[in-house]
């Protein structure tokens, strides 16, 4: 079953309000600590509510941590993206009928749309015009420097690092959900074996079982329904090339990206 962050965040709460407010009254208190609940047993439950109240708060630092990664990493992608694609489009109107050239630049055939293809792709472009001067001298009259393909191979590699620091984020969240996950399933058998025993305890004083806040807790339990797709999950898409599309006047296009 998925669990609802919100849903699990006033679980956490809910339960440590039923557990301290049956320490608050002394009525409350000597009733059930006749069937076992004394101050050792209530600790039992505050300690495990603990354990969960601090999954909570990592797991809410993951869900951030992973969302400013991903949202890092399209920024990255779209500054390599537009820089390189403004150069595709133009060397592929450019050299339409020079298969050599366009095979050694890694134009020519099917490309690879994947987050790996792209990186993949364009630092053979670019390392292909860096190192091949009989290449680079092809391009010379669109007066691209040499300093400029690098800083364009450079936002590559930006990006190749936010992408990967995003997965570590990714994976730091998914152990994040994992621990909480399993920090809930004690402290809700706990304290469902807790209400149980007050509610037969305080059948003849029900507005007493009511200060304990059983009824919001259950509440909090209905509510969220099976899914097959874990609404912790709902993060942005891993980011992936687009298709390549040549413009009508790539020229102008690699003058922008190179203009600053």
Known sequence: ??????????????????????????????????????????????????VFARTIQDHIAARLNQYAATKRTRIAFTLAFDVYQGLVNLFRVTFENEKDLMEELGLYGDRDHSTSGFIVQSTHFYNTLLLKDKIYNRIAKFQITKEM?????????????????????????????????????????????????????????PQLCERLGFRELSDIVRRPKPSTVPPDSQQPPATAAPATQVQNNPESVTANNHES
């Open 1 to 50: 079953m998925a669990y609802i962050n919100k849903m699990m965040e006033n679980y956490s709460v809910a339960a440590l309000i039923a557990i301290e407010n049956s320490q608050v009254s002394d009525e409350i208190k000597v009733a059930i600590g006749g069937i076992g609940y004394d101050a050792i047993s209530i600790q039992v439950g505050l300690d495990l509510h603990s």
């Open 149 to 205: 393909l690098q800083a364009d191979l450079n936002l590559v590699r930006d990006f190749e690092v936010a992408n990967r620091d995003k997965m570590d984020a990714r994976g730091v969240y998914q152990r994040a959900t994992a621990a909480r996950n399993e920090a809930y399933h004690p402290l809700k058998h706990w304290m469902k074996e807790f209400e149980k025993s007050c509610r037969i305890v305080l059948k003849d004083k």
